[in-house]
């Protein structure tokens, strides 16, 4: 039951809307027609859009904190098989590379 998750790339990935929100609050100080507010607040509107839009393609957003609980119970069981076959295999020194000379 392998699950591929999208890779994000790195620019995509800041969602800090502190700054946004801080150059409206300046736009809102210097400019009292809020023609420079407005474009401030444009900027911020699309920057939360954007995160809206990345959290609703986030894997697992559909699934409910019991599913995903579950799922990751079954990935551990899986992984704990997987590491007892390998040492199994280990164990059996198929695998031992002959030393050259």
Same mark, same amino acid.
């Given at each position: @039951?392998?699950?591929?998750?999208?890779?994000?790339?790195? *620019?995509?990935?800041? +969602?800090?809307? /502190? #700054? /946004?929100?801080? *150059?409206?609050?300046? +736009? @809102?100080?210097?400019?009292? =027609?809020?023609?420079?507010?407005?474009?401030?607040? @444009? %900027? /911020?509107?699309? %920057?939360?859009?954007?995160?809206?839009?990345?959290?609703?393609?986030?894997?697992?957003? =559909?699934?409910? #904190?019991?599913? !995903?609980?579950?799922?990751?119970?079954?990935?551990?069981? !899986?992984?704990?098989?997987?590491?007892?076959?390998?040492?199994?295999?280990?164990? /059996? +020194? @198929?695998?031992?590379? #002959? %030393?050259?000379?």
């Amino acid at each position: @039951m392998a699950v591929s998750q999208p890779r994000v790339e790195k *620019d995509s990935e800041d +969602c800090s809307l /502190l #700054p /946004l929100v801080h *150059d409206v609050i300046k +736009c @809102m100080d210097k400019d009292k =027609d809020g023609q420079d507010v407005h474009q401030e607040l @444009m %900027k /911020l509107k699309t %920057k939360i859009q954007k995160a809206r839009e990345q959290i609703s393609n986030m894997p697992g957003i =559909d699934s409910s #904190p019991q599913e !995903q609980q579950h799922q990751l119970a079954t990935l551990r069981e !899986q992984v704990r098989t997987k590491n007892q076959l390998l040492q199994k295999y280990k164990s /059996l +020194c @198929m695998f031992d590379v #002959p %030393k050259a000379s």
